[in-house]
């Protein structure tokens, strides 16, 4: 070891150099960074950790509903209007599954993922728009729910993230939403280590 004031040789145990007296510090190493060769970060893609759509509970009880209307429809008129050809109200009967048909696509039509490192909403069915939420701007994950979603097993997850508009972004009839939430904040703790 070398005094860095003197230039006096020393052993290496020395804490003064033994010509001038000065402290002598440990010299610091050089090293030489290797440059690690990773795959561009484009090509490698996220971990999904769930991806669900709405609840479909309402879009089932409507078929059923739809099912049983129309059955009862052609029974009422073949009952009571003389003459009523059954074959017309099974087809009146079938624009009632419209409605529940209508529901069903929309339902489809949104999908939640939760990635290692976003989340991602996706909107649309010919022309898909997808929102990502960065989870290190998520602030807050709320899980509400009526008294009704309770009962049936559904609510919302409400989630604030630190965007320049300050947004809120719900996801709508989420089924065990308790969970989901729990997964989004694990996932949330994870990147912070």
Known sequence: MYCNKCGTENPDDAAYCKKCGASIEAEEETRVAQRVRDLPTSSVDPER??????????VALGYLGGVVGAFALVVLLTALVPGFVPLIGVVIGLFLLLVPVYYHVQAKMVRYSLTDTTIEIDRGLVSRTTQHIPLRRVQDVTVTASIWQRMLGYGDITIDNASEDGGKVVLDNIDMPKKYADMILRQMRQLDR
């Open 49 to 58: 950790i769930f991806a669900i759509n709405p609840t479909m509970k309402f």
